[in-house]
């Protein structure tokens, strides 16, 4: 079975800032890996996905995660934040191959302050 | 433009009473999910579908029911024996099938509030 951590549930930064939100994964086969943004009362959009390759991968809105292998880790992050990135961020996996189920990770609120 | 729309976007039901919330997707996509926000929870799968007339128990299934009559619908209904239905709701859809199974693209969700 497959399993998301997102270790950090509230992520506070200046405007302009880089951010960092932190996504480890547990699984014992190949995954699909997928940040998703939830602004608030807002069905959820996707940010970026990594199915295969490089493992660095660019989403919209000048977002990017890093695959590691090795670290189970998918980590999402942005040179320097705007205000209206702040909303409910989400790491999810799913299983490659097949049909299956996304798993979500419990969620990392990033607030951006002027 | 194609894409997934549940309604209402805010539902009000007393206590006891059965309620249905409609999912419609018009992407041709072949599975259909239902899954359920809590503050601080993240999403749980509470049912999901694969293809028509045919649907699974997800994580938290309890208390609710699907049916999955055509391709496009998936409406969920929380049952008077789901505990705690107060809820973000969120209906999503993807392709299925290797290599085209990817991600899964999301309505704009239904705030169930149960009084």
């Known amino acids: 079975a497959q399993s998301v951590t997102q270790l950090d549930s509230q992520v506070p930064v200046f405007e302009e800032a880089p951010v960092e939100l932190r996504c480890n994964y547990s699984?014992?086969?190949?995954?699909?890996l997928f940040w998703y943004v939830q602004y608030p009362n807002q069905g959820l959009q996707l940010l970026l996905k990594?199915?295969?390759?490089?493992?660095l991968v660019k989403g919209i809105n000048g977002f990017e995660a890093e695959f590691n292998k090795s670290q189970t880790s998918f980590h999402l992050r942005k040179p320097s934040v705007h205000i209206s990135d702040t909303a409910e961020y989400f790491c999810?996996?799913?299983?490659?191959?097949?049909?299956?189920?996304?798993?979500f990770g419990a969620g990392t609120r990033l607030a951006v302050h002027p | 433009d194609g894409g997934i729309t549940q309604s209402p976007k805010y539902l009000f039901r007393k206590e006891g009473q059965n309620v249905t919330l409609s999912c419609e997707q018009n992407?041709?996509?072949?599975?259909m999910y239902w899954y359920r926000q809590d503050p601080g929870q993240g999403l749980r799968l509470i049912y999901y579908?694969?293809?028509?007339?045919?649907?699974q128990k997800g994580d938290i299934a309890e208390g609710y029911s699907v049916s999955r009559e055509k391709k496009e619908s998936f409406p969920l209904t929380v049952t008077s024996a789901q505990k705690n239905p107060t809820a973000f709701y969120l209906c999503?859809?993807?392709?299925?099938?290797?290599?085209?199974?990817?991600?899964?693209?999301f309505g704009q969700g239904t705030r169930l509030t149960v009084v």
């Open positions: 990594y199915l295969s390759g490089s493992t």
């Open positions: 999503a859809s993807s392709i299925e099938g290797a290599p085209r199974n990817t991600e899964a693209f």
């Open positions: 699984s014992s086969v190949s995954v699909y």
């Open positions: 999810a996996v799913r299983r490659s191959g097949g049909y299956n189920k996304l798993i």
């Open positions: 579908s694969q293809i028509v007339n045919d649907f």
């Open positions: 992407l041709n996509h072949d599975a």
